[in-house]
């Protein structure tokens, strides 16, 4: 169900995130989808939003969708801007499997509430 590469020198308790991932994807109807966790460090993280994002600065969270039958894409997490942002690392994984499913809070008000919603439902829950 899920594949998690901890490329950085945090400890990532793997079965909390999960946890997580699982109660998302059920919620969501999505239960027998993949996704892959990566961990990496601020550098990583930067090359990575300059290259897809066009934004040459490190950022929290980046999701990428992938149009595959059972598996529905990757998330890369920096747990060192999470921090600095005083962000729960949990909440960024479910903001990013949401992206993964597909919500945009950039499309709209109406969507950015409804992300907002549905991440709060799942990191409460989680």
């Given at each position: 169900m899920m594949e998690i590469n901890n490329l950085t020198k945090f400890?990532?308790?793997?079965?909390?995130?999960?946890?997580?991932?699982?109660?998302?994807l059920k919620g969501e109807n999505k239960g027998t989808q993949n996704i892959s966790l990566a961990f990496v460090d601020k550098t990583e993280m930067q090359k990575l939003n300059?290259?897809?994002?066009?934004?040459?600065?490190?950022?929290?969270?980046?999701?990428?969708s992938f149009d595959e039958k059972d598996f529905l894409g990757e998330i890369v997490i920096c747990p060192e801007v999470v921090k600095k942002k005083k962000e729960n690392i949990k909440k960024v994984f479910?903001?990013?499997?949401?992206?993964?499913?597909?919500?945009?809070?950039?499309?709209?008000?109406?969507?950015?509430i409804k992300m907002q919603n549905k991440e709060k439902f799942y990191f409460n829950e989680g």
């Open positions: 400890k990532i308790d793997r079965k909390s995130f999960a946890q997580v991932a699982k109660k998302v300059k290259k897809f994002r066009k934004k040459d600065k490190p950022t929290d969270v980046l999701s990428f479910v903001h990013g499997i949401l992206h993964l499913l597909g919500y945009d809070h950039k499309k709209s008000k109406t969507e950015e």
